[in-house]
């Protein structure tokens, strides 16, 4: 349609901004169809009878993995059967100063590390059959990072004052089993 446009234009008029009309809609024309063309799906044949299609499994994507998306990834983790007769408020205490204290001694991310930390609050919150977790928390904590500007900033908890060497937050964290291990995961947005 725009090439019909251009051809038309050229034969009417004679001025050089047509001309330079016509060569920027040429070029434009080219340039989306190109990108276009390689952005369009590769469509497959349908199978005939000489060939056997692909059977699918459909499984449903796994939200709990042992990495996090804070920090340099780390997870803590416990073996569960040194902490089956705890109470979860216990486990998710151990499972949260192991995460801490790695932030503290072992992260060699700068921008997480962690010069002190203590354990404020535990809040163990409802979980429902369906998410996976054994335990989840809210937990409040308080830390002084070892530099700043810092990602622990994006924590929620109370305001940073600079009179304050110790940063007040919270974060919901979610326990689930890994064959023989409790793991610790943040769980931002839990409940929203």
Not at 113 to 138: C, H, M, P, Q, R
Request: hydrophobic letters at 40%.
């Amino acid at each position: 349609m725009a090439i019909n446009w251009i051809q038309t234009m050229k034969k009417t008029c004679n001025n050089d901004i047509v001309w330079i009309l016509s060569a920027c809609m040429t070029i434009i024309f080219t340039a989306c169809t190109s990108t276009l063309a390689s952005q369009m799906p590769t469509i497959s044949p349908s199978p005939t009878s000489t060939q056997t299609p692909i059977a699918t499994k459909s499984t449903p994507a796994d939200e709990h993995t042992n990495s996090d998306n804070f920090g340099d990834g780390y997870t803590s983790r416990v073996p569960i059967k040194d902490f089956n007769n705890l109470a979860p408020e216990e486990i998710v205490k151990t499972l949260v100063i192991q995460w801490l204290e790695h932030y503290k001694t072992q992260s060699q991310a700068p921008n997480v590390a962690l010069k002190d930390y203590t354990l404020d609050k535990i809040n163990l919150l409802d979980i429902s059959s369906s998410s996976g977790f054994e335990i989840v928390a809210g937990v409040k904590f308080s830390i002084i990072p070892a530099q700043v500007p810092n990602d622990w900033a994006s924590f929620p908890g109370d305001t940073i004052s600079p009179n304050d060497v110790w940063w007040h937050l919270s974060a919901p964290f979610g326990i689930f089993k890994d064959g023989e291990y409790l793991i610790l995961k943040l769980v931002f947005g839990w409940g929203t």
